[in-house]
């Protein structure tokens, strides 16, 4: 006996939000019915966007969210419905047709049953990540994010393509490097060649400036020993004059002592006894020794110098490979470390090569900024010689002219300029060779070198920089100018950067001046012949100030 059954139309079984066939059926005040989970997710999506509940079917729309009321009845239909298709396809043997053919998302998530409440999984729960049915939703996950199977699997299959995306980027990334490892064995093998002959290029260098200067110790040291050698003949050649005259005062003493007349006796007895204290030997008590005992005690302590200077320099080069190597490795990808290895390798022989250039001393002019840092000599404004009008600060580092209104009666020190507005650094430059820079800013200023005893109260051109012997001065306004004992030479170019450096060699007698930017732009050479140590000066004109840069800092 079959089963009555009222026969209805399709779309009235199907819900118009998903459509598909009603999974759990719910009333709305207005009368439409929807899958409960539709309309749920509907009107979640109207509160987040701060609208009113509305019925998709008739736009009716609802002052508060309404309370659902599940409709039993028609969810009967819906089974009813479900179990007569069931039978139909048993009977035609669909059943077996649909096992072969694969089948779509929407007939897998109804064919799966939740083993709780054998109901349909088709809800995902995305607070937990479970596929759940609409049953688990109001049961065990209140409050949760829920979206549907089939929402959820498009948004998770967008996220693996944009993982796939990323891999592949990663992957031609991984490629990419290692090819350049590959390409970095032979730069590897050409770079430690190269390093190697650097090396021993710069260690040939220091041998032959030691033979050099050996050869010179001991130009040195033969001619100590023809000067000993002389003062040794000059010594013999005076101790045998002097043995004669005194074997020629011994006969005379004998004479005198054989001599019977008492009156005769004591008339030449005060000449004889004169004559002989004062061509009495005094032998010198001078060494002729001692000039290689001093040579040699130098050599000895440049020795242990040298010695100490290599074995400290030789462990810092080392230490820092390590400490490089080490630092590297911590947080570095394998390809990466590789790569930033040999980067700091070349370094590292850059910098063997700064460390024998400094070992040598070879006497090579400089050519780059970094050429000249090697002389590099820290100075400071000495406030007790700056005229009144100046005021220093910024660690006795910067100088410029005192505000108008606040000048106020400063302390008279005997040492300062009493009419120039001129001011002398506290070191004096007396070294082989010195460095420094300075940094100017605004209109007309002199950048000097002087002697201490420049005068400093004259109101004359004596107490001006390079106003007489005592000092030399660049002169820098809309061109530049180099002055001494009032004569000045005018240089052709004109200023282009505010930094100036300053070179001198005070044993070799020369001053010259750059400006310094990118690259070292020569202004003048100044040859003289330094009598005594030179201090550092400058003078300010209008709206100016100059600053002495510090190189430790680069």
């Known amino acids: 006996m079959t089963e009555p059954h009222t026969p209805v139309k399709m779309n009235h079984l199907c819900c118009s939000i998903c459509s598909e066939f009603f999974r759990n059926p719910a009333t709305i005040p207005c009368g439409h019915n929807f899958c409960m989970l539709c309309i749920q997710s509907c009107w979640d999506n109207h509160e987040t966007n701060n609208r009113l509940c509305s019925c998709p079917e008739c736009d009716r729309t609802f002052p508060s969210r309404p309370q659902l009321i599940k409709n039993t009845t028609l969810a009967e239909i819906v089974r009813d419905k479900d179990r007569r298709d069931s039978k139909k396809r048993q009977r035609s043997g669909e059943s077996q047709q649909e096992l072969k053919r694969p089948r779509r998302s929407t007939e897998t998530s109804r064919s799966t049953l939740c083993l709780k409440h054998k109901k349909p999984l088709d809800v995902y729960c995305c607070t937990d990540e479970q596929i759940i049915c609409s049953q688990c939703t109001s049961a065990q996950h209140q409050g949760h ?162 010695e100490e200077f290599c074995d400290k320099e030789f462990a810092l080069i080392s230490q820092t490979i390590d ?101 002398l650094c506290r070191e004096r430059l007396q070294a082989e060779r010195c460095y420094y820079e300075v940094e100017v800013e605004g209109g007309m200023t002199e950048i000097a070198l002087a002697y201490k005893g420049i005068n400093r109260k004259s109101r004359t051109q004596l107490s001006a920089f390079g106003g007489d012997a005592n000092s030399w001065s660049l002169d820098r306004s809309s061109n530049y100018s180099v002055s001494h004992k009032s004569d000045s030479i005018q240089l052709t170019a004109p200023p282009s950067h505010p930094r100036i450096g300053v070179y001198l060699k005070f044993k070799e007698g020369t001053l010259s001046f750059y400006e310094v930017s990118d690259s070292m732009k020569f202004l003048y050479k100044v040859e003289a012949e330094f009598t005594e140590p030179l201090y550092a000066g400058f003078w300010l004109g209008e709206k100016c100030r100059i600053r002495i840069c510090d190189l430790r800092q680069n």
């Open 145 to 306: 994010r829920i979206g549907l199977v089939i929402e959820e699997r498009r948004r998770k299959q967008e996220e693996l393509r944009s993982m796939q995306t990323k891999i592949k980027q990663i992957l031609q990334k991984q490629e990419t490097k290692r090819e350049n490892m590959s390409k970095m064995f032979q730069q590897i093998e050409d770079e430690a060649m190269q390093t190697v002959d650097d090396c021993e290029s710069i260690i040939v260098g220091v041998i032959d400036s030691l033979q050099k200067h050996f050869l010179s110790v001991k130009r040195l040291i033969t001619a100590q020993g023809e000067a000993a050698a002389a003062q040794v003949h000059d010594s013999l050649r005076n101790l045998k004059v002097k043995v004669e005259e005194l074997k020629k005062r011994d006969a005379e003493l004998d004479h005198l002592a054989q001599n019977q007349s008492n009156i005769d006796f004591l008339q030449k007895w005060p000449s004889v006894r004169l004559l002989c204290e004062e061509d009495h030997l005094h032998p010198s008590n001078e060494d002729p020794l001692l000039s290689f005992k001093f040579t040699n005690r130098a050599m000895e302590q440049l020795g242990r110098q040298l």
């Open 323 to 423: 400490s490089g190597e080490q630092q590297e490795s911590e947080g570095e990808s394998e390809e990466d470390d590789m790569q930033q290895r040999c980067e700091a390798s070349v370094s590292q022989s850059r910098g063997l090569s700064r460390v024998y250039r400094t070992l040598t001393k070879q006497k090579v002019e400089p050519k780059t900024r970094e050429d000249f840092l090697q002389y590099a000599c820290e100075l400071s404004l000495d406030s007790s010689t700056a005229h009144e009008d100046l005021i220093v600060f910024e660690g006795d580092k910067e100088v410029m002219l005192r505000p108008q209104k606040c000048k106020n009666p400063s302390i008279c020190y005997p040492q300062r300029f009493t009419w120039r507005r001129q001011v």
